[in-house]
């Protein structure tokens, strides 16, 4: 990889970004997971310093104030955010970086580092299969599920901010897509 980027992965929550990173990083474990910040509580499966960093509101309140994120924002009512120390250090030690944000999020990031960075949006095939996967993930509540679905129909309209879009039918299909942007783009 001679030209180190920043892939910013979003979609509505059950488009399978994490599903597709984590077969992307089995497969080439070079690339980096950049480990989010977040207020929200964990869910099942979700682990402390491996799917995020959870941290209090007073703590992620005082990490805006030392300017310790390359961006944050609210969704689902929570704080996210993506520490700016570790993506300095990976573009320091010359790694590419995958990142699982939101379409608020990839926009900030595009605007502060337009050359460095290469934003996807995950699709899923339809609706009907969107919440079949949403509530057969079975993490979280209904009210959850709600909230999600009603906030993906908004992201859903933003898809064309992207530089690619994959649609997530067939999982292996869309990990060859995937792998295809990344190492075009890193040459
Ligand atoms: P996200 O990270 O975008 O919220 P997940 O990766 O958690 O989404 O995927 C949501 C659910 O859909 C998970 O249970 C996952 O196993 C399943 N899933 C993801 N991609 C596919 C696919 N191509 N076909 C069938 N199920 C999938
Ligand atoms: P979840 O709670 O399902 O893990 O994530 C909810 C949403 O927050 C997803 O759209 C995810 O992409 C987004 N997200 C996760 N980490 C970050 C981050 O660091 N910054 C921003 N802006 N969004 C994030």
Known sequence: MNSPKLFVLSSVAGGGKSTLIQKLRE?????????????????PGDKEGVTYHFLSREEFEKGISESAFLEYAIVHDQYYG???KFIE?????????????????????????????VTIFI???NEEEWEK????????SEENILKRIRNGKEELRRQDEF??????????T?????EEIV???SK
């Open 27 to 43: 497969k080439h474990p070079e690339i980096l997971f950049s480990i989010s910040c977040t207020t929200r509580s964990p869910r």
């Open 82 to 84: 993506t520490p700016l």
């Open 89 to 117: 250090d990976a573009f320091q030690k010359g790694a590419s970086v995958i990142m699982d944000i939101d379409v608020q999020g990839a926009k900030i990031i595009k605007e502060k580092l337009p050359s460095k960075i």
């Open 123 to 125: 699709l899923p095939p």
């Open 133 to 140: 996967r949403l509530r057969g993930r079975g993490t979280d």
């Open 163 to 172: 530089d690619f879009k994959i649609v997530n039918d067939d999982l292996e």
């Open 174 to 178: 869309a990990l060859k897509e995937l």
């Open 183 to 185: 190492f075009s783009k």
